[in-house]
């Protein structure tokens, strides 16, 4: 007997990088993300006989995270040996959070599958563990990460406030420097690291406040300058984290162009090259245009905001 579960990517508008010194992956500072519709991750999870299996697109892959999580699952609960199928509809490890929504559809379907009776919250923190942005993926619509728990909870469900993102893919290849790895070289290197981690409690705060005023101009000064902040402490760590390519920055400047003509968009980039600008429904079209006529943009894609993570029913 199979389980599945699936669960869509978020993209954070107050961005999480660093974490604290307490086992267990718990972030430096808060964060606030809007999860995304049209992108999905499916995972089944099945008993197997022996040790775990994980397959991607039907590869077997022995993912060193996924395998930890697991085991971090084991230490807890009566878990059996599990084969895991998982795949993305769209490109993995490109700066898309495909971490963010594997670890929410894993612990949703071994959830399920195990009989674990955890409720969204406790899989938040289960999901956190494996991956910080995990944890917001578990909720639907707007999601706030914070202290003192760590465990993510919707601010507004999707249809509350439906912003529109539209992705400007800029290349498909995997990034060169994993999350987790970048952000403790910017922890131990970066001298701007204790300033960002002060400044973003109070940019949460304000973002809080933005989002539950449907605020759009400041939630768009206020996340271009989140986003950006952390690209300069990216770029502050030794050796550099860069992970923007020319189109990247083309689709930057092509975003605040179209803000100054009243267009209400804004843009927000994570550890990749892809950019995601959110806009108000009726900007989506314009912003869709204008990215798809940027050199170096293989393509682009629209989507609403989504639900959490949750069970399909076969
Ligand atoms: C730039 O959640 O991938 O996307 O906890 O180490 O797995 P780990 O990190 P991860 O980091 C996401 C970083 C980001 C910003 C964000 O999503 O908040």
Redesign the pocket.
Known sequence: MATTACAHPN??LI???G?SARPG?YPAAP?L?ITLDALLTTTEVRNCEEADRIFFDDVEVPDAKVLACLADLRDVYAIPYLEVHTSNNFPTAAGL?S??SGFAALIAAINAHCDLGLDPHAQSDRARRA????ARSVFGGFVALDGPNWVARQVLDAEAWPLKTVIAVTTSEKKSVA??EG?QLSEATSPYYSAWVTSTATDFKSALAMVEARDFDALAALAEFSCLK?HGLMLSTNPGLLYWNPATIACLHAIRELRQQGIPVFFTV??GPQVKAVCLPEAENDVQSTLQSIAGVERVLTTGLGQGARIVVP
């Open positions: 993209i954070a961005k999480y990088w974490k992956n964060s993300s959070a971490s963010a991956s910080g942005s995990a999350s987790s952000m952390m994570d550890a």
